[in-house]
């Protein structure tokens, strides 16, 4: 039972069902824990820094916990997409106005819209292909002016990480954010 319980988990669930199970089991319960707060005030600090009431896209949004964060003059209008359904469906429950919350993978997203602020929490390191993803959204969906805020938790492969993100950008400003976790890094990025 192990064997094949562990093949249909990690082989045969596509993407959306994998992360709704881990929503369902309680998984992510720790982006509620008070250091993630301080990680996305840092990264709402930024939006209001680099943009006047932004159009904002937040890919990878989970349950919506920086759009909770967001109030009515903070942006203009908000868009969070994520894999996970059930995810999304606990941050429609909290959405303010002008807020649309849509299910998509982050590596399978087209737009036409064009946003301010572009924010990936925790979330770039799962794409399959940072550059191609990062070349797409800057030449799509990125206005001119816009900026995106990347946050990447500090470990063996974040280095990696930034230097496939500052391949395509380039970073305007940093800070960290350190709790009993570990370290929390967020770039804004042009």
Same mark, same amino acid.
């Given at each position: 039972? !192990?064997?094949?319980?562990?093949?249909?988990?990690?082989?045969?669930?596509?993407?959306?069902?994998?992360?709704?199970?881990?929503?369902?089991? +309680?998984?992510? #319960?720790?982006?509620?824990?008070?250091?993630?707060?301080?990680?996305? #005030?840092? @990264?709402?600090?930024?939006? %209001?820094?680099?943009?006047?009431?932004?159009?904002?896209?937040?890919?990878?949004? +989970?349950? +919506?916990?920086?759009?909770?964060?967001?109030?009515? !003059?903070?942006?203009?209008?908000?868009?969070?997409? $994520?894999?996970? *359904?059930?995810?999304?469906?606990? @941050?429609?429950? %909290?959405?303010?106005?002008?807020?649309?919350? /849509?299910?998509?993978?982050? $590596?399978?997203?087209?737009?036409?819209?064009?946003? $301010?602020?572009?924010?990936?929490?925790?979330?770039?390191?799962?794409?399959?292909?940072?550059?191609?993803?990062?070349?797409?959204?800057? @030449?799509?969906?990125? @206005?001119?002016? !816009?900026?995106?805020?990347?946050?990447?938790?500090?470990? %063996?492969?974040?280095?990696? /990480?930034? *230097?496939?993100?500052?391949?395509?950008?380039?970073?305007?400003?940093?800070?960290?954010?350190?709790?009993?976790?570990?370290?929390?890094?967020?770039?804004?990025?042009?």
């Amino acid at each position: 039972m !192990g064997f094949i319980s562990w093949i249909k988990r990690k082989i045969l669930r596509n993407a959306a069902a994998r992360w709704d199970h881990q929503y369902a089991a +309680g998984k992510w #319960e720790m982006l509620k824990q008070e250091e993630e707060k301080q990680r996305l #005030e840092l @990264a709402l600090y930024f939006l %209001k820094k680099y943009s006047a009431q932004p159009r904002v896209l937040e890919i990878g949004c +989970g349950e +919506g916990d920086f759009s909770v964060l967001l109030k009515a !003059g903070d942006y203009l209008t908000y868009t969070g997409i $994520d894999v996970s *359904e059930l995810a999304l469906r606990k @941050a429609r429950e %909290k959405a303010g106005h002008n807020m649309q919350f /849509i299910s998509i993978d982050m $590596d399978r997203m087209k737009t036409t819209a064009q946003y $301010d602020v572009v924010l990936f929490n925790e979330v770039i390191n799962y794409s399959r292909d940072i550059p191609t993803l990062l070349k797409k959204l800057k @030449a799509q969906s990125l @206005a001119p002016y !816009g900026v995106v805020i990347i946050s990447v938790f500090d470990h %063996k492969y974040s280095d990696a /990480i930034w *230097e496939k993100i500052e391949c395509i950008l380039k970073p305007v400003e940093e800070a960290e954010v350190t709790g009993a976790k570990g370290k929390w890094k967020l770039k804004v990025m042009k």
